[in-house]
Nanobody, 126 residues
């Protein structure tokens, strides 16, 4: 059974930082791309960042480029999302997801991912 468990969310002031973690079990983690998405109240789930199975390529939404960094530690089966210079519009539930198939995926669509975590709330206060 594949499981993804996020942690690291919370309440932070504008301009602050948070680091989200997502630990995966039930798959050979190093064979799969990983992604982060977020969903604000009343909005659709949107792409935030993704990292290739090898960690050699990363992808970001324009809204977070230069502020967020995705990384992975294959020895720990964990993917991270470092979030700096947070803004109120970053407030959302953040979800991690694992690729639907091994190796290369398209990265940007929710349909490219097969399993999801339960989500962690990030609230940026002004």
């Amino acid at each position: 059974q594949v499981q993804l468990v996020e942690s690291g969310g919370g309440l932070v002031q504008v301009g602050g930082s948070l680091r989200l973690s997502c630990t995966t079990s039930g798959r050979t983690f190093s064979n799969y791309a990983m992604g982060w998405f977020r969903q604000a109240p009343g909005a659709e789930r949107e792409f935030v960042a993704a990292i290739s199975w090898s960690g050699g390529s990363t992808y970001y939404a324009d809204s977070v480029k230069g502020r967020f960094t995705i990384s992975r530690d294959n020895a720990k089966n964990t993917v991270y999302l470092q979030m700096n210079s947070l803004k109120p519009e970053d407030t959302a539930v953040y979800y991690c997801a694992i690729g639907r198939r091994m190796y290369r995926i398209s990265y940007y669509s929710t349909e490219d991912y097969g399993y999801w975590g339960q989500g962690t709330q990030v609230t940026v206060s002004s």
